[in-house]
């Protein structure tokens, strides 16, 4: 009976992994960051990055998936120092992420963690009305120096395509680690993504 046992529920969990329906694909877009824990002074204003993915999708069925990928993201954010002088900070991070999805047609609504990898530092240029006043570099991330924990929440919608469909990407990301190791500095993202994505089996 055990053995009976053994054999059927070899048979299911075989069958299940067979019934997995995988997708890959890539996915580009344009983001916008802005970020809280600022010294009073500093005002924030929005400035545009870039960033890019391959992911993965693995339909479970008809309502839920698993998608995990692998992003190299620009994170550019704005401060108004005073009157005329603005400061913008440039960081480069690789993002790691599991996204589960509950699928509603051809919409999907996801929300998952998150690492950046930090590879190297901040790097900053002071302007005055356009001209640039002086640029640098912050190589003071936080302790761990490298990886910074965030959260990510978003929507999509998939236009079929042949053995796939482009994807349409609207999602908010937040940075739950401190930025830095003097205040509560923590980033904030929108992201705007389209990628497409061909179906495996």
Same mark, same amino acid.
């Given at each position: ?9 070899? =048979?299911?969990?075989? /069958? !299940?992994?067979?019934?997995?329906? =995988?997708?890959? @694909? ?13 010294? &009073? *002074?500093?005002? /924030? ?22 998608? +995990? $990928? ?6 550019? &954010? @704005?401060? #108004?120092?005073?009157?005329? #002088?603005?400061? /913008? ?10 996204? +589960?999805? =509950? ?5 999907? %609504? *996801?929300?998952? +963690?998150?690492?950046?990898?930090? +590879?190297?530092?901040? #790097? ?10 002086? !640029?640098?570099?912050?190589?003071? *991330? ?5 990886? %910074?924990?965030?959260? #990510? ?15 349409? &990407? ?14 509560? $500095?923590?980033?904030?993202? %929108?992201?705007?993504?389209? @990628?497409? @994505?061909?179906?495996?089996?």
């Amino acid at each position: 009976m055990k053995k009976l046992g053994l054999v059927l529920f070899c =048979i299911f969990l075989t /069958t !299940s992994l067979f019934a997995i329906e =995988i997708t890959v @694909g890539v996915a580009t877009g344009m983001n916008a960051t802005f970020e809280t824990g600022l010294p &009073d *002074y500093e005002k /924030t204003g929005l400035r545009f990055g870039f960033e890019a993915s391959a992911f993965g999708i693995f339909t479970l069925n008809d309502f839920f998936s698993i998608q +995990p $990928e692998l992003g190299f993201l620009i994170l550019r &954010d @704005g401060y #108004i120092v005073e009157s005329n #002088i603005k400061r /913008t900070t440039t960081t480069m991070a690789i993002e790691v992420a599991v996204l +589960p999805k =509950i699928n509603f047609n051809d919409f999907s %609504v *996801y929300m998952g +963690p998150a690492l950046h990898i930090i +590879p190297g530092p901040q #790097i900053y240029k002071v302007t005055k009305k356009g001209e640039e006043l002086f !640029s640098g570099e912050y190589g003071f *991330y936080n302790r761990n120096r490298s990886v %910074v924990f965030a959260g #990510i929440l978003g929507i999509d919608y998939t236009v079929p395509l042949w053995r796939g469909g482009f994807l349409f &990407d609207l999602r908010y990301r937040r940075q739950f680690t401190m930025i830095m190791e003097d205040f509560e $500095e923590r980033a904030n993202t %929108v992201s705007f993504r389209v @990628g497409y @994505g061909f179906r495996l089996k």
